[in-house]
């Protein structure tokens, strides 16, 4: 599930958007200000911020200049100036979505966002946090980020056997004494292509390749979630 950091000081408001969102499947956390914004922010980098500008000790925009993290921020606002729109975007913002709003109109925005970031992400090969896993040992299918990857049974055992052992480094030849059950020839390389199949579906689901990641000479390991 998707975690959403809304920032806003407003108890109406955010009392009236908050079961909208969880609806749609979001687990939301609130801070009232940009300070304490802030503050869960240097323990967990949330997937989207939802960002109000007006508020008490520490306002949006001081919020987008002191932040480090990387979540994709909707600024969710009064404001209408065109500079203080520019000036809000050049600050990293993603989107602008002026109060008072459809709330539909704002899920939208969120998904389309979502879904824009997670494909770049998969395109460039840069590995994302992994938070939801789940296997199928019947069918052979894992869930992982609300995505269903179907795998042969090679492919579902080789993943399960890199992510119970995630952040090692497994030797090609281990790999393919305990799933595929044979030693390791010379000139064999049916495990590379499994480990090729199976970063392909990845990829086909927009989920990094890179969670299964090559060490030159080594072999494979899973790529730490975080």
Do not use: C, W
Not at 101 to 118: H, K
Not at 119 to 126: L, N, P
């Amino acid at each position: 599930m998707k975690h959403v950091l809304l920032v806003d000081d407003d108890p109406v408001f955010k009392s009236a958007l908050l079961p909208v969102l969880e609806r749609e499947g979001f687990i939301v956390t609130v801070a009232n200000n940009g300070l304490e914004a802030l503050a869960k922010l240097k323990s967990h980098t949330p997937d989207l911020i939802l960002l109000d500008i007006n508020m008490p000790e520490l306002n949006g925009i001081d919020l987008l200049k002191l932040r480090v993290d990387k979540a994709p921020v909707i600024v969710i606002s009064a404001l209408t100036a065109e500079e203080d729109r520019i000036k809000i975007y050049e600050l990293g913002a993603d989107d602008f979505l002026s109060k008072p709003f459809s709330y539909r109109e704002l899920v939208v925005r969120i998904q389309a966002l979502l879904r824009r970031i997670e494909v770049i992400r998969a395109e460039s090969g840069e590995a994302q946090p992994i938070q939801d896993i789940s296997f199928d040992d019947s069918r052979f299918i894992i869930s992982i980020a609300e995505r269903a990857v179907a795998f042969t049974q090679t492919e579902f055992k080789l993943f399960k056997y890199l992510f119970e052992r995630k952040g090692q480094v497994v030797t090609k030849q281990e790999l393919q004494l305990r799933v595929l059950q044979k030693e390791l020839g010379q000139f064999d390389r049916n495990l590379d292509m499994h480990i090729s199949n199976t970063r392909r579906k990845l990829f086909e689901k927009q989920l990094p390749k890179t969670l299964i990641n090559t060490v030159r000479g080594k072999g494979y390991s899973f790529a730490e979630a975080s």
